[in-house]
């Protein structure tokens, strides 16, 4: 592991870890999909900046949460290839994270836009 020498190389491995977040990872492509639905549909109703706000911050934790998702899989592969019980749990905890903000952010965009749409 290195240490950043400044913010941009920072910027440079955060981006390289996202692009390795996406690539071959049906699950976030599809969350990355829908985010560009809510987007365009936000954008069709002109949806205020309070449902903005709570819309993107939806988005950001759903990502975000399978990006972590994503890499506590991708470490306890590395540390444990052959199946173990503990790494099994881990793995249902931290899909069961990403599950449970999807949900919640369904039901919020589904608020959201309900108000605008009834």
């Known amino acids: 592991m290195h240490k950043n020498k ?8 955060a981006f390289r870890g996202f ?11 599809i969350m990355l999909l829908s985010a560009l639905v809510v987007v365009a549909t936000g954008l069709y109703l002109n949806v205020n900046t309070t449902h903005w706000t709570i819309l ?10 399978e990006l972590m998702n994503t890499a506590i899989e991708k470490l306890l592969d590395h540390m444990h290839p052959d199946f173990h019980e503990a790494v099994g749990k881990a793995k249902d ?12 952010s369904a039901v919020c ?6 108000s605008y749409l009834l």
Do not use: M, P, W, Y
């Open 56 to 65: 993107l911050l939806c988005i950001s934790l759903v990502i975000s949460l």
């Open 6 to 13: 400044n913010i941009l190389s920072s910027f440079k491995n």
């Open 109 to 114: 965009g589904s608020i959201i836009f309900a």
């Open 93 to 104: 905890i931290a899909a069961a994270a990403v599950t449970f903000s999807c949900i919640i």
């Open 19 to 29: 692009k390795s977040g996406i690539q071959g990872h049906r699950n976030i492509q």
